[in-house]
């Protein structure tokens, strides 16, 4: 799943830069434990390298895009209608379709409630959020661990 990104906010706006509280924004985590999913793109990069000490990155596994997806919340609407007016007709249909890369979760806004809220990681966090994951701490880009995180989270 490398075409594929869960970004997951970590700390807060206290005392930070206007730029990257507008880069944060841009990508939908305007609040502590907010996740988004997004293709990878090289414009995704460059924006993750900006707003590194706020957030952790990773490819999600096949189980936790399951877990989150059916945490969608959609507007107004019954779940059922939601995946008909996507065009899809269940939960993994439209998780295939994502990773097919035919839709791409963070243009549903106006049919699902995003970005996906999450809750604070069961047991703690492992590290200190101020230091970056390679060096055993929380933010930064994290691979196939994030897995671990979400699990925590949902």
């Not at 997004?38 to 924006?47: N, Q, R, V």
């Not at 995946?83 to 007709?89: F, P, Q, T, W, Y």
């Not at 691979?143 to 671990?148: C, F, R």
Request: net charge positive.
């Amino acid at each position: 799943m490398s075409n594929l990104m869960l970004i997951i906010r970590l700390r807060g706006s206290a005392g930070s830069p206007w730029f990257i509280e507008e880069t944060l924004r841009n990508l939908r985590l305007s609040r502590v434990f907010n996740a988004m999913l997004y293709p990878d793109t090289s414009s995704l990069k460059g924006m993750l390298i900006k707003v590194q000490p706020y957030v952790t990155w990773g490819e999600p596994s096949d189980e936790v895009l399951s877990m989150l997806l059916s945490k969608l919340k959609p507007k107004g609407k019954t779940i059922e209608e939601a995946l008909k007016s996507v065009g899809v007709e269940n939960t993994s249909n439209l998780k295939q379709a994502i990773l097919e890369g035919k839709i791409k979760l963070h243009e549903l806004d106006d049919i699902f409630s995003l970005p996906l809220r999450l809750h604070p990681p069961r047991g703690g966090f492992k590290g200190s959020v101020k230091r970056p994951f390679k060096d055993e701490g929380e933010f930064g880009y994290r691979g196939q661990k994030i897995n671990e995180l979400v699990k925590r989270m949902i």
